[in-house]
């Protein structure tokens, strides 16, 4: 059987080596790019980013890969976003001003509250072992679908991306409190706030149900 192809967008901003090596230990053939016609011939394309939600964009717009992006999702090509490469699926973000996104799945990103629901103060970031709670989609038939409500994912971030149709929020952990979105999807787009490729078998499970779209 030959190996799933996985082009691994290289745009400066992301943890390229880690999600590398978590995608072929689960069988694929990654390819890292930033050209974008390698990334409009994909097969499946995933997006990662740390950093500044502004700077991300820029790197995107600089290598004109923010059409490119855009295509590939509304033509169906499995495509996920991993950590602010979630957050930049969305329209906008309000981290140091206002931010226009990729668009793909609407919503905003929002900072986490700065205190629980208990009005005590939070440390931000959130960082560490969280567990995933269902949200109001079932996990069947998506990357989730072998993931067992309760399992702990590894999470590092200050801002959450919240889809304005809670039919694109499959998952959330709680945080303070507060439900933080950890998985949103729309067709075959899906993103994850949390590092799959750091979360031990539960992320890799989804990279496997990911490799397999």
Known sequence: MAKPRIVVIDYGVGNLLSVQRGLEHCGADVVLTADPDVVLQAERVVLPGVGAFGNAMQALAERNLVEPLQQIAGRGTPLLGICLGMQLLLDESEEFGITRGLGIIPGRVLAIPQQTTANLPQKIPHIGWNALVPADVPWRDTLLA??????????????????DDPAHRLADCVYGGHRIPAVIARGRTTGCQFHPEKSGEVGLSILRRFCAS
């Open 146 to 163: 072998d993931t067992v409500p309760g399992d702990a994912i590894y999470f590092v971030h200050s801002f959450m991306a919240v889809p």
